[in-house]
């Protein structure tokens, strides 16, 4: 009998054709939780991205399922351990969007240092105002990068290249580290006091859920820019609301949400945040890497053969 592939988001075309080769690919709405627990019933592998939830409800009602893969960095969607505890072997793709998504903090650092999208809207909309949307240069500004991995190396990478002054708060990386990058580290309280930009960097683990909250944002510098191309949750969005109505905050570039998918929020109100639909990792680059990369380790796991690190 051939193996079950079910694949639950969009999903690189050149990983559904290899796919195809060897297993029967099916695919169903991961958002839609009644379709997906049904499809569950019959897969041999899942593939999912950040929208599907692989919980323990989800791989109860998975009796076949020996791999899940999420075609990505993050794994917060699946509950690992309820995996492991059924046998269930979970494969990601740790690399394959780390530039795409740096490259989205970046993007959203300029887009609202200079109210691209705001002023792009008005455009559209038949207004030509100019100093309505006068910008400020990131150049000669502390940027605080908060979380130092992979993609927190990399947006400081970037960002270096516009003349900025680099901190970072990350307990787990060595100053001397920091330092051949050209970063200061600092705690999360020095950061926040002394950022003209803040750009999140962190998974979302219940330690991390909330770390910019009230408290957090009441202690920024006044006028700083905050950044989330991370997960949702990890700058708490009411109380960002509550600070960029008082001004305290001078704008947020969002790209994930506490809930997703998500299309209405009061941070929507606010001219001087820019919204993307968590699109950190949407590029074709990353999407043929992380597709390629999952459905080689689902190919090898289903075949019972021993699964690299991707
Ligand atoms: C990731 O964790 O790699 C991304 O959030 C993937 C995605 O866009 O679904």
């Known amino acids: 009998m051939t193996d079950v592939v079910l694949v639950t988001e969009e999903l690189a075309a050149p990983a559904i054709g290899m796919l195809t080769a060897d297993f029967e690919v099916r695919k169903v709405d991961g958002a839609d939780r009644p379709a997906l627990l049904a499809a569950l019933a019959g897969a041999d592998a899942v593939i999912v991205r950040s929208v599907t939830r692989i919980d323990a409800e989800a791989l109860a ?6 791999v899940v893969a999420r075609a990505g960095v993050g794994l917060d969607n699946v509950d690992v351990p309820a995996a492991t505890a059924r046998g269930v072997l979970v494969v990601n793709a ?3 969007n780390i530039v795409s998504a740096a490259e989205q903090a970046v993007a959203l650092t300029l887009a609202v240092a200079r ?9 559209r909309a038949g207004s030509w105002r100019r100093s309505a949307f006068t910008g400020v240069e990131v150049h000669g500004k502390t940027v605080g990068v908060v979380g130092l991995g992979r993609i927190g190396v990399l947006f400081a990478q970037r960002m270096a290249a516009f003349g900025v002054r680099l901190i970072a ?3 787990y990386v060595q100053p001397a580290r920091a330092a051949q990058l050209g970063v200061r580290l600092v705690s999360l309280d020095e950061l926040l006091r002394e950022s003209d930009f803040i750009s ?7 330690e991390t859920l909330g770390l910019i909250g009230e408290k957090e944002l009441a202690e920024v510098k006044p006028g700083v820019r905050i950044v989330n191309a991370a997960r949702g949750g990890l700058v708490d969005e009411r109380a960002l609301a509550e600070a960029l109505a008082d001004g305290r905050v001078a704008g947020a570039g969002l790209d994930v949400f ?3 998918p998500l299309t209405s929020s009061p941070l929507f109100a606010f001219e001087n945040v ?6 950190g990792a949407s590029t074709v680059e990353a999407q043929d890497k992380a597709g390629l990369a999952v459905a080689e380790s ?3 796991a289903l075949r019972g053969e021993f699964v690299p690190d991707a």
């Open 61 to 66: 009602a998975a009796g076949r399922l020996r």
């Open 94 to 96: 740790p690399t394959s």
């Open 115 to 123: 109210h691209t999208a705001a002023a792009s809207a008005a455009l």
């Open 169 to 171: 708060y990350d307990p």
């Open 200 to 206: 999140v960097h962190l998974p979302r683990t219940p």
């Open 258 to 260: 506490e809930t997703e």
């Open 274 to 279: 820019v919204v993307t639909p968590h699109l």
């Open 298 to 300: 689902v190919r090898l």
